[in-house]
């Protein structure tokens, strides 16, 4: 598990980053002279960055910034500047969207069920999840709490589909995730 870094205060974050709620998207506020040592320094930054849209997005697909040398996740900080308080552990990203960070895709998750709405993996063989061959019959099965259950065999790939999502839909809420 990552290491959960304190945020800034969200008076500070206010200060540097405006966040439009709909579309996700931070943008760098304009600084005051006082943030930089130098004018030239300050102006220098004022010109390049203000009004830009804040960070970047990194190899797993999530947008990172920096804040006075330390990088932080784009929907941590968007947690606390909507919410005023630290963040929790995990946030979930509803759509799968790493970099989908307008308010109504994100949400408070334990570990587990944010693995619960992870997406499909590119390698897997039947195209469906909790779905696998066996034998010439296909075999729909789901993990609850650790534990493997499985939901029966059936003739074709869509029966055994079908069982997994009904099952999903019960057994995960919310989370689930086809």
């Given at each position: 598990?990552?290491?959960?870094?304190q945020?800034?205060?969200?008076d500070?974050l206010?200060?540097r980053l405006?966040?439009c709620?709909?579309?996700?998207?931070l943008?760098w506020?304009?600084?005051s002279r006082?943030h930089f040592?130098?004018?030239?320094e300050w102006?220098?930054?004022n010109?390049?960055?203000a009004?830009?849209v804040?960070?970047?997005i990194?190899?797993?697909?999530y947008?990172r910034l920096r804040?006075?040398?330390?990088r932080?996740k784009?929907?941590?900080?968007?947690?606390?500047l909507?919410?005023?308080?630290?963040p929790?552990?995990?946030?979930?990203?509803i759509?799968g969207?790493?970099?989908?960070n307008?308010?109504h895709n994100l949400?408070a998750?334990?570990?587990q069920?944010q693995?619960?709405?992870t997406c499909?993996r590119k390698d897997?063989?039947?195209?469906?999840r909790g779905?696998?061959r066996s034998?010439k019959?296909?075999?729909?099965?789901?993990?609850?709490?650790?534990?493997?259950?499985?939901?029966?065999?059936?003739?074709?790939?869509?029966e055994?589909?079908?069982?997994?999502?009904?099952a999903?839909r019960e057994?995960?809420?919310?989370?689930c995730?086809?």
């Open positions: 598990m990552a290491r959960v870094t945020l800034p205060p969200v500070y206010r200060e405006d966040y709620s709909a579309t996700g998207v943008h506020r304009a600084r006082e040592l130098s004018k030239r102006a220098r930054w010109a390049r960055y009004g830009s804040a960070g970047m990194d190899p797993r697909g947008r804040i006075d040398r330390h932080y784009a929907h941590r900080l968007i947690w606390k909507m919410t005023g308080n630290e929790p552990e995990t946030i979930d990203h759509n969207s790493f970099d989908n307008a308010w949400r998750a334990t570990q069920q693995t619960l709405n499909l897997n063989p039947s195209g469906y779905v696998t034998g019959k296909w075999r729909a099965q789901i993990k609850v709490n650790g534990t493997r259950r499985g939901l029966g065999s059936f003739n074709s790939i869509e055994a589909a079908t069982a997994y999502a009904v999903a057994l995960h809420g919310e989370f995730r086809l």
